[in-house]
């Protein structure tokens, strides 16, 4: 079993930054792809971020510029920086992980709790 635990995030003003961590753990053979989606309110979970283990980071047109992934493939975790927050980036964010329990084998999605993020003045 594979878990992803997140944290961060909370209340922030406008032009801000706040910093997202997401922590893989269990039974861990591979960690193929790490993302973050956000959910904001009334509206369908949207990709904004996401990494292919050994490749660069993609990012939506929304965030581009102004948030960042890093990755520690030795502790399995991802960050997401942001940076010039904006009142429309006030979501609930989540991570995924596309992980196999063995080495080359079949990737499965996990997903992190959530976490809120709020810019507001």
């Known amino acids: 079993q594979v878990q992803l635990v997140e944290s961060g995030g909370g209340l922030v003003q406008p032009g801000g930054s706040l910093r997202l961590s997401c922590a893989a753990s269990g039974s861990i053979g591979n960690i193929y792809l790490m993302a973050w989606y956000r959910q904001r309110p009334g509206n369908a979970r949207e990709l904004i971020a996401a990494q292919v283990t050994g490749s660069s980071a993609r990012y939506a047109d929304s965030v581009k510029g102004r948030f960042t992934i890093s990755r520690d493939n030795s502790k399995n975790t991802a960050t997401l920086h942001m940076d010039n927050l904006k009142v429309e980036d006030t979501a609930v964010y989540y991570c995924?992980?596309?992980?196999?329990?063995?080495?080359w084998g079949t990737g499965f999605d996990y997903w992190g709790q959530g976490a809120q993020v709020t810019v507001s003045s």
């Open positions: 995924k992980a596309a992980v196999s329990t063995t080495t």
